[in-house]
């Protein structure tokens, strides 16, 4: 069983929020986080916190495992996470099989990208797309195409590699964003304002 929830909106935290959301994690976990760049450190903690909301058992979250330059995972080994954060936007995932999750800003078609990155066929949509469905068209393709490399733990050394004929694809868009899950299944992408994560706001599905 595969799951994902998205949480979007702009996140300015306080002091006092970082450290209460610290105070909901373990203690490796906050290692992890604290020991990231400063600039990375919000999109982290609010991707871990979004984690945290998909587990059956919080506890779970103890036993991540940090390796190298390995995708972290549960020590149990019951499962397989993924997380992703942009301005605007954090995603997490879980499943019982390899999942890999990606969010992003919308963003205008960067072409560098394109033309590294992206078949014919991606480069000629884009360029049969009207004006307007260009950021999104490209949001969506470059989404697909991360997801589907962190689930393979490939990162961006596999970006040019065929996706796997026999992965499935779920996209959750919003303004501003485009998520994608790519996992064995389809899934539904719960999406909420961010404020719900750190408790500021009621819920209010997207």
């Known amino acids: 069983m595969t799951k994902a929830v998205v949480f979007f909106g702009k996140a300015r935290l306080s002091l006092s929020d970082e450290q209460a959301l610290l105070h909901r994690l373990p203690p490796a976990v906050c290692g992890h986080i604290t020991a990231k760049p400063a600039q990375n450190r919000c999109g982290s903690l609010l991707a871990y916190t979004a984690l945290s909301f998909l587990l059956p058992e919080p506890q779970q979250l103890a036993s991540v495992r940090f390796s190298g330059g390995e995708k972290p995972r549960f020590a149990d080994l019951r499962g397989e996470f993924n997380l992703s954060h942009t301005d605007g936007a954090v995603a997490a995932a879980i499943s019982d099989s390899a999942v890999g999750i990606d969010v992003q800003a919308l963003s205008p ?28 068209l490209f949001t969506r393709l470059w989404t697909k195409k991360e997801a589907a490399v962190k689930q393979t733990g490939r990162g961006l050394s596999g970006l040019n590699d065929p996706i796997d004929p026999h992965a499935v694809f779920s996209f959750a868009e919003g303004d501003g964003f485009v998520a994608c899950v790519c996992a064995a299944e389809a899934v539904k992408i719960a999406a909420f304002p961010v404020g719900q994560l750190i408790g500021r706001a009621p819920a209010k599905k997207h």
């Open 109 to 136: 078609p960067r072409f560098s990208v394109v033309r590294r990155f992206f078949d014919a066929e991606e480069q000629a949509a884009l360029q049969n797309a009207a004006p307007t469905e260009r950021p999104r």
